[in-house]
C-alpha cells in the first residue's frame, strides 16, 4: 500500500491548501479529517501513514490529544497552529514531535508543504554523530531520528572514520570537538582529504567557549558549528538547512557537469573525472579502456522522423550505457550523438565484452516513438586498451578505430590488437 499523509485540520480551507499542496508537488495522497474523534475511527483502520500535520486544538479536543494520538500509533508528527501561547509551545516541542509551525501567514502553508518532501527525503539520508559523550550522543542520535534520518554513531574519530569507509554515502557528519584517539578537528582534516563539502557536510560541536575553535574547525573544513548546549529547534533548523545546501550545491554540481537530455556527464566533468582517476593510477598499476561511440546514420533519424525522435533514441542509448558500465566508470556524452567510456580496472578482453553487451542490446532495442512509429539504431565503436598513452592520446586511437568501424560496415566494434 502506497504510503500517505494524514492531515488532522478543522479549518477547510487550510486543509484543502496543503492536501492539494502535496499532492501536486509530490504525488502523495493525502487524507484529511477534522476532529478528534475521526483521526481515532481513522487510525484504527488505517495505518500507513509517515507523516501526520496535527493541528493543537480541534472542535472535541484543545490540548493537543490528536497530537498524542499520532505519536502512540509511531506516526512521526509535524504540528500546527495558529496558537501563539508561550507555554504551550514549550510543551508541545517538549514532546518527540519533528516541527512547531505557525500557519498565520500563506508562506507558512508553503514552508509546511516543503517540510512534507524534506521528511520523506530525509529517510534515505545518512548521517553520522561522532562524540564521546554517552549522554550528548544518545541525545542527538534521538532528534535525528525523530527528524527520520538514517543514523550511525561513534564515540571517537577513528571509529567514525571507519564508519564512513563503510557507508561513503554519509551526507553529514556531527563532531565534537574534544574525544579521545582523535579529536574534532583532526577528524575532520581527515574526512576534508578524502571528501569534499558538497559530498559530505561536518557540523562540528562544541562546549568550549574559545571562539577560536569554530573557526579553526570551519578555515579546516567544517560546513557549520552549534555550541553545547543547544536548543532542540535550533539544531533541527541547522541539520535541515545544512541538507538543503548539499541538495543545492548537487543541483548546481549536476547543470554544470552533466548534459541536459541524457543526465549523462558532459565533456569538461569527463576529462575532470579521469583526472582524477590518474591519482589512483599512480598507486596501483590497473588496465583500463577507453572507447568512442558514435549512433550511425543518426542524420537520418532527425531528418525522416523529427529532433524529439532524436531525443529520445539518445536518451534510449545513454540508459543502455549506464545499465551495462559499473558505477565507478566514467561514461559522458561528448555532443551530438557521440559518447566516450573508460572502464576502469578492465581487462582488454573484459571491456571488449562490457562494449559488445552495449552494441547487441541497442541493435536488439525496439524503439517506439510518441506517433507510435518504430525504429531500431545500430551504434559503432572504436575502442584503445593503451592505457600508457596520455588520455589525449587514447581517445585519438579510439577515434581512429571508430572510423575504422564506420567505413567497414558500421554496428561493429574495432579495438587495438
Do not use: W
Not at 69 to 96: E, G, N, W, Y
Not at 148 to 172: H, T, Y
Amino acid at each position: 500500500m502506497q504510503e500517505r499523509v494524514l492531515v488532522i485540520e478543522d479549518n477547510h480551507t487550510i486543509a484543502r491548501m496543503i492536501s492539494t499542496g502535496i499532492g501536486k508537488r509530490y504525488g502523495i495522497p493525502v487524507d484529511v479529517v477534522g476532529s478528534l474523534a475521526d483521526a481515532t475511527a481513522l487510525l484504527s483502520e488505517q495505518t500507513s501513514y509517515f507523516l501526520t500535520l496535527c493541528d493543537i486544538q480541534l472542535p472535541d479536543s484543545l490540548n493537543g490529544e490528536a497530537i498524542d494520538l499520532a505519536i502512540t500509533h509511531k506516526i512521526p508528527v509535524v504540528v500546527m497552529t495558529a496558537i501563539t501561547d508561550i507555554q504551550m509551545r514549550k510543551d508541545i516541542i517538549s514532546k518527540p514531535i519533528i516541527d512547531y509551525v505557525t500557519k498565520t501567514h500563506p508562506e507558512d502553508i508553503d514552508y509546511i508543504i516543503d517540510r512534507v518532501g524534506e521528511i520523506y527525503r530525509n529517510r534515505d539520508i545518512k548521517i553520522l554523530v561522532v562524540d564521546d559523550s554517552t549522554l550528548a550522543r544518545t541525545i542527538m542520535v534521538k532528534l535525528l531520528r525523530i527528524q527520520q534520518f538514517i543514523v550511525f554513531e561513534a564515540d571517537n574519530g577513528s571509529d567514525g572514520l571507519a564508519i564512513i569507509e563503510k557507508n561513503p554515502d554519509i551526507k553529514v557528519i556531527l563532531t565534537d570537538y574534544n574525544m579521545p584517539i582523535m579529536n574534532g578537528l583532526e577528524f575532520t582534516i581527515q574526512v576534508r582529504r578524502k571528501y569534499r563539502r558538497e559530498a559530505m557536510a561536518i557540523i562540528a560541536i562544541s562546549s568550549e567557549n574559545d571562539s577560536s575553535i569554530a573557526s579553526q574547525l570551519l578555515k579546516l573544513g567544517a560546513s557549520d558549528f552549534i555550541h553545547k548546549p543547544f536548543v532542540k529547534e535550533e539544531f533541527d533548523c541547522r541539520i535541515n538547512n545544512t541538507v538543503r545546501g548539499i541538495e543545492n550545491l548537487t543541483k548546481i554540481m549536476n547543470i554544470a557537469n552533466r548534459d541536459y537530455l541524457t543526465g549523462m556527464f558532459n565533456r569538461r566533468h569527463f576529462f575532470a573525472a579521469f583526472e582524477e582517476y590518474q591519482k589512483e593510477l599512480k598507486q596501483s598499476l590497473q588496465p583500463f579502456s577507453v572507447a568512442m561511440i558514435d549512433l550511425d546514420d543518426f542524420k537520418k533519424v532527425n531528418d525522416i522522423y523529427g529532433h524529439d525522435a532524436g531525443d529520445i533514441v539518445l536518451t534510449t542509448f545513454a540508459e543502455i550505457i549506464r545499465k551495462n558500465v559499473r558505477g565507478a566508470d566514467i561514461a559522458a556524452r561528448f555532443g551530438g550523438e557521440e559518447f566516450c567510456v573508460v572502464l576502469k580496472n578492465a581487462h582488454p578482453s573484459d571491456a571488449l565484452r562490457i562494449f559488445e553487451l552495449i552494441r547487441s542490446e541497442l541493435e536488439r532495442t525496439v524503439i517506439t516513438l510518441p506517433t507510435k512509429a518504430t525504429l531500431k539504431c545500430t551504434a559503432s565503436i572504436g575502442v584503445c586498451s593503451e592505457p600508457k598513452m596520455t588520455i589525449s592520446d587514447m581517445i585519438t586511437v579510439a577515434d581512429k578505430h571508430l572510423y575504422t568501424s564506420k567505413i567497414t560496415g558500421k554496428n561493429r566494434i574495432t579495438a587495438s590488437d
